[in-house]
């Protein structure tokens, strides 16, 4: 993951660990992703306080209340979205944020009549099975259990981290 010269790892500034992975070619388009913690930030989340960031204030409920400002920028935790599963973090019934790894699967023909898509261009034939979901304390462990994964699929690289995944 190291080859590419816009890619380098520093110390994360909020859980410490050197698992911070600095994506992107210029300053404007630098995205943080915390392989350790799983949070992640990017210019657009730049600002003194959460409360004046534009981009905080269209956040979903849950991802503001785990939001935490550090080095001048609101963090959130990463949402994964892969070909064959969805990473992404949940309050478990402590309201104790977890990650749960959901695979994606097939919906059978007679299901696809409760999954229509949004733009009415007839039905959804696949889904993320949050209901069954395996549950990880951390990030880690759960990116851990993508890259067995993704090893399993043959050697397919590591999925490319999108921002725009984790807009809510
Ligand atoms: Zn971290």
Redesign the pocket.
Known sequence: MSQNTNHIVIN??????H??HVMGTRADEETRQ??????VTAPKFKCEKPEDNKEYSTLTPDMQQWAKHEDGFVWIPTIMTLPFGLLYPFNDENKKLKWGFAEMVNISKEEQKQYPREDGNGYYQSRYDTENAKVYDTFLEGMTYVNEKVKDKKGSALPKLNLDDIDG
């Open positions: 994360c500034p909020l859980c410490g660990q698992g911070l915390c392989l350790s913690c799983g949070y």
